[in-house]
């Protein structure tokens, strides 16, 4: 195997698919990513088992070959050669090592055989379908918040997504909650996904496909069974298992009669409070409380163990009887960080039930705010 | 088989094996049976781990002629006058121990009553009992028991090696010796004498901490606090080993009620409780607690050998020992182990003599360059006036001699920026500043943290927890403490509760685990341990952040306002790990060292 490739283009798909290795891993192969040379160009492959990504990018194939190389090692030193500049990979057959020159710098990587690498079986994807990267986007970005990371409730440590039927259109949703809050979001189903299973698609994959998503305007391939989804992009697929378990019944928690409406400036709240939080840094409940009268949100929150507290209000449209609710300030600046729009709306009922916050100006997402006893 | 009553001797044969498992449980009845005869004296005497002989001689009231055949009979006793199984203030009272032993061993009684002018005798071999007989002997009674078993070769068979038996002898000898400070006991081993105690003086407190120290030895009895304490009849005394005072098994965790040694799992749990936060989690304390109980209050009739015993009212009993316990833990406030100390004077005569005098500081000790680099900050600036470690405050405070009513004296200096060297009237004590400030720290956090009104997350999606149905109704019981506590549980059908919110400091938490460990704990020790030592882990990890760290350089202002504020403040004798915060090597210590004692 020989090639030569310019520094910026391996830096990137490197870039792209290291993230995947895992830092620390009992089975050695699992550190390397697999490089193919052929006339399409150089293949970077990684794995976790779970995850698997690869990358396919131009170089001038010198020679076609196979071989595997520890990722993160790669990674550091494309990474510090200097910009502009080309690399040459060499891996003479039955020297298990990978040569590496950049002008004068020159590398020796220990190989592993690349009958070893593991790959995945993807087995018949069913159902196959396009996304624009923006919705992709929104649909990971709006949620994405509020998944678990409780690992003994495996299956709220993803993305729960899936297809409904509401009001007689079809939609494609993202749901995540971590028992405290919930976030939903939605986008108009795409061709091909009627009929599609409800699928959780881990943490982990999610945050590997963030940068994919941003850098790209094409739309996304994605294919899927029960078990398994794959994600094409233009030079990049990503396959991944799916969270075996089954997402709560996330309906029900949503509330339906909450029957006061607070609309009010949604950076504006934010600042606010961010400002009454600064009494709690070393609180590790840091409740903020709200209470609404009319035309008015007063905020106030007190540290538990030195007695600091701090008090501020807004401004905010409300006309129903007044209301006391404690919310967790993290929990309330996560949700108001989503908000596109100006204004954010809170729907409530009373201090000890859920809240929904929407925004005012876009109906696509929906979150639920679980209050705190204060 | 038609149904038949037993023949008495295989009925006591039977009862044999629930009283007298092991030579150690002849021993135990035979010495409770003197100290309720009011003896003042106890001699016993084993041979072959108690397997060939066991001989209990007392002086204490004695037997009749014609008391002795009715004593080896079963269900006979003296010590319960009024018939009344409630107001039991004897040590026995089923008048089983000696039909038992006789039915199994070769029995020989022999007593002489105070004032009589004669001494009877009665012997029974595997529960024939033979006549009375006149014999010789001072007032009081002897009992000796002979091939202990022979009557039940199988349960000869389960016997341990001798020496395992005298380890058992001695612990139930030593067990009730520290029970009973006022009489004097004395064991033999084949003619060896392995234990003797005297009997103490009519200060019941003395003599108590007397026994202690001369079973224990004196290192506990001066690395322990002494526990008083006083609730609704009952009174609890004894004493409580320092926390840096502690042991990697719970092995040394004696309860006395009523003067009974007892194994409750109480007594367990309320040590565990009260140590909580002073003690690493691996470790265990040592305690010898003496609880007095009005005899109605507690139900000795529920074990054979009367090893447990169970209180009318648990839950003060628990509370009591663990008030008590912490009480006095925060009396005792800054002290710390001698023992810490004595090992740290140790590390330092290991290398007195010149050759390794540079590595006198034992292991670990910087090699010079080393040192003079670490110390680097108190290096003088050139053309700055050397100075200790301080700020302008220290110039006149450092010739002060440190007044004798300040315990930890006054800061001198700081080495290592670690470590502050402090000087006290009778010697000198090392503080470790993030440990000591730790502590600090968390007991303020605590203080704030049980005031404050505890803030719950209600769930969005409340959580089932499925276990056995006792446990549920356990925790389901407990419901409103634990909503104290900030956990809402409710009942959710049989086998199974239905959590609404969590404390809020918990912040995303593992509920199920959280909840199982509750109902295990209640289970255990009837107390919600779990969610305490969580909550109180999290107030441990914040204090472990919000203290000054290791490597921060301190004024003396600062060092001196860090110890008066140790002096004040309850457990700063070590951190919230349960390592030493301080030691203190004193003054006489140091001179030995040196030579000049």
């Known amino acids: 195997m020989k090639l030569t490739i310019e520094r910026s283009i391996l830096l990137k798909a490197l870039g792209h698919v290291q993230g995947v290795v895992e830092k620390r891993t009992t089975i050695p192969i699992l550190a390397n990513i697999r490089l193919d040379v052929g006339s399409h160009g150089l293949r970077l492959q990684a794995t976790d088992i779970d995850l698997e990504i690869a990358e396919t990018v131009p170089c001038d194939p010198i020679e076609p070959g196979s071989t595997t190389a520890p990722a993160h090692t790669l990674y550091d030193i494309v990474r510090r050669l200097p910009e502009g500049s080309d690399v040459h990979l060499e891996y003479p057959s039955k020297e298990e090592r990978l040569i590496l020159r950049s002008g004068r710098s020159r590398f020796v990587l220990q190989c592993l055989p690349v009958e070893d690498f593991p790959v995945m079986s993807v087995g018949d994807l069913a159902f196959s379908f396009q996304l624009r990267s923006a919705d992709l986007r929104n649909l990971m970005e709006r949620t994405r918040f509020a998944m678990s990371t409780e690992e003994t409730r495996y299956y709220l440590n993803g993305l729960y997504l899936h297809a409904v039927r509401e009001q007689n259109v079809e939609i494609l949703r993202t749901v995540a909650t971590d028992g405290h809050r919930l976030a939903r979001m939605e986008v108009p189903l795409p061709e091909g996904a009627a009929g599609m299973p409800g699928i959780i698609v881990p943490r982990k994959t999610i945050e590997e496909m963030r940068p994919l998503v941003e850098e790209t305007t094409n739309g996304i391939t994605l294919s899927l069974s029960e078990t398994k989804i794959r994600f094409a992009f233009d030079e990049t697929v990503l396959v991944s298992k799916l969270i075996d378990g089954t997402f709560p019944d996330y309906e029900r928690v949503i509330p339906q009669g909450n029957d006061k409406v607070m609309e009010v400036n949604a950076k504006m709240l934010a600042d606010a409070v961010n400002r009454v939080s600064a009494v709690m840094t070393t609180d590790k409940a840091r409740a903020v409380k709200l209470d609404l009268t009319k035309g008015n949100l007063a905020l106030s929150a007190s540290n538990t163990t030195t007695a600091d507290n701090a008090e501020d209000a807004l401004e905010a449209s409300y006309d129903s009887t007044p209301l006391s609710i404690g919310f967790n300030s993290r929990y309330l600046l996560d949700v108001l960080g989503q908000m596109t729009g100006e204004t954010v709306r809170f729907i409530l009922l009373d201090p000890s039930s859920p809240t929904v916050v929407r925004d005012a100006a876009d109906g696509s997402a929906l979150y639920v705010l679980m209050p705190m006893r204060v | ?597």
């Open chain 2, 1 to 597: 088989m038609s149904i038949r009553l037993l023949p008495p001797t295989l009925i006591n044969r039977i009862a044999a094996g629930e009283v007298v498992e092991r030579p150690a449980a002849v021993v135990k009845e035979l010495v409770e049976n003197a100290l309720d005869a009011g003896a003042g004296r106890i001699e016993v005497g084993i041979a072959d781990g108690g397997r060939a002989a066991i001989t209990v001689v007392d002086d204490g009231g004695g037997m009749t002629a014609e008391e002795l055949p009715l004593a080896v009979e079963r269900h006979a006793t003296s010590k319960l006058p009024d018939d009344d199984l409630v107001h039991i203030t004897h040590l026995g009272f089923r008048g089983e121990a000696l039909p038992a032993i006789g039915a199994v061993a070769r029995l020989a009684l022999t007593s002489r009553c105070h004032g009589a002018d004669s001494a009877w005798s009665l012997a029974v071999t595997a529960g024939a009992q033979g006549n009375v007989a006149p014999t010789a002997h001072p007032p009081g009674t002897r009992v000796e028991v002979r091939d202990l078993f022979f009557a039940t070769p199988a349960r000869l068979k389960f016997l341990k090696a001798p020496r395992t038996e005298a380890g058992h002898i001695r612990d139930v000898i030593e067990r009730l010796a520290l029970a009973h400070a006022g009489v004097g006991f004395a064991l033999t081993d084949e003619g060896r004498s392995v234990l003797r105690v005297q009997a103490g003086g009519p200060d019941l407190e003395q003599s108590r901490q007397g026994r202690l120290a001369a079973l224990w030895g004196h290192t506990f009895v001066d690395n322990a606090v002494s526990i008083k304490a006083e609730h609704d009849g009952m009174t609890l005394g004894g004493l409580a080993g320092l926390p840096t005072f502690s042991k990697a098994a719970a092995t040394a965790q004696y309860l006395f009620v009523n003067n009974r040694p007892v194994r409750d799992r109480l007594l367990g749990a309320a040590v565990r409780v009260a140590y909580q936060d002073v003690l690493a989690g691996d470790r265990h304390p040592v305690v010898c607690l003496f609880l007095t109980v009005a005899p109605e209050q507690v139900d000795v009739n529920v074990h054979p050998a009367k090893a447990e015993v169970r209180f009318r009212d648990a839950g003060a009993v628990r509370s009591l020992l663990i008030s008590a316990i912490r009480h006095a833990l925060a009396e005792a406030g800054h002290r710390t182990s001698s023992t810490v100390s004595l090992a740290a004077l140790g590390r330092f005569q290991g290398g007195s003599t010149a050759a390794t005098g540079s590595r006198s500081m034992g292991d670990g000790a910087p090699v010079p360059s080393l040192l003079r680099e670490s110390l680097g900050v108190q290096a003088p600036l050139e053309g700055v006036p050397v100075r200790a470690a301080g700020g302008s405050t220290a110039e006149n405070e450092e010739n002060i001699a440190p007044p004798p009513d300040l315990p930890l004296g006054m800061a001198r200096a700081q080495i290592h920026n670690t470590y502050i060297v402090a000087e006290t009237a009778d010697g000198l004590i090392l503080i470790d500043q993030h440990a000591a400030h730790e502590r600090l720290v968390l007991e303020r956090l605590q203080t704030a943290f049980e005031t404050a009104t505890v803030q719950r997350q209600i769930l969005l999606i409340p959580e089932v927890v499925e276990m056995d149905e006792p446990a549920a109704e356990r925790l389901i019981a407990r419901a409103e403490d634990l909503s104290a506590w900030g956990l809402v549980v409710e009942a959710f059908g049989p086998g199974a509760v239905v959590v609404r919110a969590v404390p809020a400091v918990l912040g995303e938490t593992d509920v199920q685990g959280l909840v199982r460990d509750l109902a295990d704990d209640l289970a255990a020790w009837e107390t919600a341990l779990s969610l305490k030592e969580r909550l109180q882990h999290i107030c441990a990890t914040m204090a472990c952040h919000g203290s000054v760290r290791a490597g921060r350089r301190l004024t003396v202002a600062e060092m001196n306002a860090l110890l008066r504020q140790m002096e004040t403040t309850p457990r700063t004798g070590q951190c919230s790990h349960g390592r030493p915060t301080h030691i203190v090597l004193k003054l006489h210590d140091i001179e030995k060292l040196f030579g000049r004692r």
